[in-house]
């Protein structure tokens, strides 16, 4: 159908009149695309629905997570296996680890995938749950592997450090702010937001913003 039409304008048309038609055609098509590609990044977000993760300092995230669970009822169905160990209060760094492993923080506006945790997150909570584990003849599971994730001077990851106090943003009638990503320089103040142009990799501070009004 669409391509008896445009034969009907083309017949119809003078060449410049006809060029200008499919220029705003293209044009269109073109915005639709990339309207239906922003949308799907942003349904990517979701909230976290593991009760324990819910303390976590943001409060979306995105899946597949990055042990390629696509759902988060599957990933809580792994999580809580931990649950006993993160009762035992053998690092404090365990939780955050997990967390950010099984419902990473979303940021689908910087990266498509997922952002893991810093290696010294991971060290440090191995450190203190290890030799606990070993204790009753249970390793360090491979899924928790340090090694395979970047150090915070030569990748893209988050640690309890890198996330700041929230900040009050001034209230604007019918606007909910959610989670932004803040790029904190020394001498820089934490509002500054960082341009959605912003280009990987980047030492990132996380500025939680939950206020709906």
């Keep these: ?82 649950e006993v160990l993160l009762d035992q209060n053998c690092s404090d760094s365990l939780l955050f680890l997990l967390c950010s492993i099984y419902v990473p923080i979303c940021a689908v506006s910087l990266q498509p995938e997922a952002i893991p945790p810093c290696r010294s997150v991971c060290e440090k909570a191995k450190a203190g749950c290890e030799p606990l584990m070993n204790s009753y003849n249970v390793s360090w599971p491979e899924s928790l592997d340090c090694s395979r994730l970047p150090r915070y001077e030569r990748g893209v990851c988050v640690s309890p450090e890198a996330f700041v ?39 990132l501070q996380f500025v939680k913003v939950n206020r709906c009004v």
């Excluded at 209230?171 to 103040?189: F, T, Y």
């Design 165 to 203: 106090k929230p900040v009050k943003p001034k209230k604007a009638k019918g606007a909910c702010q959610r989670d932004c990503l803040a790029e904190v320089q020394p001498g820089q103040s934490v509002q500054q937001m960082v341009s959605p142009k912003l280009r990987l990799p980047y030492k």
């Design 1 to 82: 159908m669409f391509k008896e039409r445009l034969l009907k304008l083309r017949c119809n048309m003078s060449g410049q009149t006809m060029t200008t038609v499919l220029k705003w055609v293209l044009y269109l098509c073109g915005a639709v695309a990339v309207s239906e590609a922003y949308m799907t990044r942003i349904d990517q977000c979701e909230p976290i629905e593991i009760p324990k993760c819910r303390a976590m300092p943001y409060n979306m995230t995105q899946m597949p997570n990055l042990v390629h669970h696509n759902t988060q009822e599957n990933a809580r169905l792994v999580f809580e296996k931990f």
